[in-house]
């Protein structure tokens, strides 16, 4: 069994302590992410995470997912600097996201842009299949080491350019891009199943963006809707372009 560093269970006498005060940090966070949504209503149209978004939030340990030197900030509503430029996003907006794909426990979901891998183990415990594709080879090692040891068992991370998707693996029932992007990527939009979800963040680099919601009807039929104002890292341009 690979395993190594902090374990899900902990690893000594202090650590029961431990998980108890992080459990309440949770909660006190799942708070205010439930008091973002209601002041959020009028952009988005939902007043409150569903149900089974609202579990997967509280369980997964987000303090996990910080660097060790911020772990008493991990459950503080913000984004955080993971090293490389990038960040872990905040945890309103990964509720949002994930709430607004509305995934269903069978479903296949493409992630772009990794991170740290908080995200995709939010999925993991909401659909059957989570992959994942990370372009900073170093970030995406990490995440799927991450996510091994704290047994997210299904989520697949790659290390490469997300623009492209996952052909393999295609078609997705919900594609969720946590970088900006000036356009839905094409292959992206093809990948999505007939009845499926996009949640992606267009705009500037470093300007205006909005969370656009892409749905694909039954026929095919694409159309967008602009949902919430976002500031995201870019979708960096790899070797596609
Ligand atoms: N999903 C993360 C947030 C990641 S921040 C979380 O749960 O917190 C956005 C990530 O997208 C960064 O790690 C960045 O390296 C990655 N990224 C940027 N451009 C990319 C691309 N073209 N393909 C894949 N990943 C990309």
Known sequence: MFSFGRSR??????????????????ERLLTEIEYEMRETVGYTGRGHLSDRVHRAM???????FVPEEDVQNAYVNRARGIGYGQTISQPYIVA????????????????????CGYQAAVLSGLVAEVYSIEFVPELGTEAGERLRRLGYD????????GRLGWP??????????????????????????????????LGASYGAQDL???????????SHKAVLPVAFVPLVKGASE
């Open 9 to 26: 269970s902990g690893d000594g006498a202090s650590s029961g302590r431990a998980k108890d005060d992080f459990a309440a940090a949770r």
């Open 58 to 64: 509280g369980e997964v340990p987000r303090h996990e």
């Open 96 to 115: 949002l996201m994930t709430e607004l794909l509305d995934l269903e426990p069978s479903d296949r979901v493409l992630e772009i842009g990794t991170g």
């Open 154 to 161: 299904n989520v697949e991370v790659r290390i490469g350019d």
């Open 168 to 201: 393999e693996k295609a078609p997705f029932d919900g594609i969720i891009v946590t970088a900006v992007a000036e356009d839905v990527p094409q292959p992206l939009l093809d990948q999505l199943a007939n009845g499926g979800r996009m949640m992606i963040p």
């Open 212 to 222: 656009v919601l892409v749905t694909k009807d039954e026929n095919g039929e694409v």
